[in-house]
């Protein structure tokens, strides 16, 4: 199997497969032979370079057409992509080039400051060069036959308890979206959709333009930052068929943008966390449209949803999609791995998973028509404005300060992201101060990813520890911020 022939091929080369805005809203189309062959061309750089089948090829890009390429070369050529967030910093990316070992990064040169020494770099110059048809190039690396089995894609985890961790996919996870694009994105042929959220998320390697794609429909990538005045006005103009946003996004578009009906929209989906009734609710009402909620992991891709043709259950996660087998053991969301065409090989630091049953970690519960609800995490995961954040990552960029002893971080309630992260700090010495818990804010942005910095900084003598000296994180959320 390869998804270039077996996907992208089979379209007429005319046909219109990305609508690209960038920064400074230049606007252009690109049709399917267009990015055939631009990324025939960026895999033959990529070979010249030293990068073989099985190699990992990271990228720091965002939504730019550029990152799009990257991705199609690898699949070409059967190169493994490590599409990362261009939020991180160089503590983070060190994290992942330890775990995934990279032959190449393409980035944007501004971002790949915080590369870490050794890892060869393709700058957007140079992928410019590379689709100047004018220039001399490196002969198109061949289309692999590849094993469903073999590697795609490595996205990492939030990471809950330690370090996040590299999540590896096969070749059958690009090919197996169809189900979730079919029955919760509800793309058509024709279509125009657009997934609104950022690179390197385990939504965006999949629903950006894969999804789109199995369905015939053409993807919409947009460079600028989230603008509640103009997103709907953007999702007009451009004549989006399908919007795939995060709850925080609706959240402040019900808040702030001025919902209003928009002829050409016919779905809107959202997931990553939770999104409030009345929220769903205040967008039936202006745009005569129910946000479709759904679910699913890293590990996993999509596994529930509000699907397409059923009634939606405001605050509800869906049902499973088609053919996914799902229980709940003792309050737990757990999946049948074999049920699910998009389940990861295996950590990259560990064995495939074995079990019959993947145990997701969520507690849910179940109605009497088979739609789930949301309740919480075993773990002490934050969902922050649709951002998966770790815990111990904060905690860890709070003790690099060296006024900090100790830290913990919890997720506060906050009605526009859902949840925003509180940290509790332990001084070293010296007394607390405005100034001090505003340089600590300050200095998680400077050190790892800035959506991660806490937004409530509180200080206290000492935290409450179990015997063996773990943090009772469950005891500082119970007591709220103070």
């Known amino acids: 199997m390869n998804l270039v022939e077996d996907v992208l091929e089979r379209f007429a080369a005319s046909k219109p497969a990305l609508v690209t805005i960038s920064d400074e809203g230049e606007r252009r189309i690109w049709h399917f032979g267009e990015l055939i062959a631009r990324s025939a061309g960026l895999s033959g750089a990529f070979a010249a370079r030293g990068v073989r089948r099985g190699d990992v090829v990271m990228t720091l890009v965002g939504n730019r057409v550029e990152w799009a390429l990257a991705v199609l070369a690898c699949w070409r050529m059967g190169a493994i992509a490590l599409p990362c967030n261009v939020q991180l910093r160089r503590g983070d990316l060190a994290l992942r080039v330890r775990a995934a070992d990279p032959k190449l990064c393409v980035g944007e040169e501004e971002l790949l400051g915080e590369l870490p020494d050794g890892v060869p770099a393709l700058t957007m110059a140079d992928v410019a060069r590379v689709m100047d048809e004018e220039r001399p190039q490196e002969p198109p690396a061949d289309v692999a036959d590849l094993d469903p089995a073999e590697g795609a894609l490595i996205v990492f985890t939030s990471g809950t308890t330690g370090e996040p961790r590299g999540a590896l996919h096969a070749q059958r996870y690009l090919t197996g979206q169809r189900v979730q694009a079919r029955h919760w994105l509800g793309a058509r042929e024709g279509d125009l959709v657009w997934c609104t959220t950022a690179t390197g998320w385990s939504k965006s390697a999949r629903n950006v333009f894969l999804a789109p794609w199995l369905c015939g429909a053409a993807a919409l990538l947009h460079e600028g930052r989230f603008d509640p005045a103009e997103r709907l006005e953007l999702v007009e103009r451009e004549g989006v068929d399908v919007l795939c946003q995060a709850p925080t996004e609706y959240r402040m578009l019900a808040k702030h943008g001025a919902l209003r009906p928009v002829p050409s929209l016919r779905r809107m989906v959202s997931a990553g ?29 999509q596994v529930t949803g509000n699907l397409v043709g059923e009634a939606v259950r405001y605050g509800s996660m869906g049902r499973p999609l088609p053919g996914f087998e799902v229980r709940i053991a003792e309050g737990e969301l757990q999946v049948r791995p074999g049920s699910c065409p998009t389940f990861f090989s295996r950590y990259l630091d560990s ?130 911020p103070g």
């Open 273 to 301: 966390e939770a999104l409030n009734p009345e929220v769903i609710e205040a967008f039936r009402e202006e745009l005569g449209l129910e946000i479709c909620d759904g679910y699913g992991q890293t590990e996993t891709g």
């Open 351 to 480: 064995e495939p998973f074995d079990g019959e049953w993947w145990p997701t970690g969520d507690v849910v519960s179940e109605d009497g028509d088979g739609y789930l609800w949301y309740e919480g995490r075993r773990d002490d995961l934050i969902l922050s404005a649709g951002y998966r954040i770790g815990p111990f990552e904060v905690e860890s960029a709070l003790l690099t300060h060296p006024a900090v002893a100790e830290a913990a971080a919890v997720p506060a309630p906050d009605p526009e992201r859902g949840s925003v992260v509180r940290a509790i700090v332990v001084l070293r010495e010296g007394e607390p101060t405005d100034q001090l818990a505003r340089d600590l804010q300050d200095h998680v942005k400077r050190v790892t990813a800035p959506y991660k910095f806490p937004r409530i900084v509180e200080f206290v003598d000492e935290l409450p520890k179990t015997s063996s000296g773990k943090i009772k994180r469950a005891e500082l959320r119970a007591a709220g």
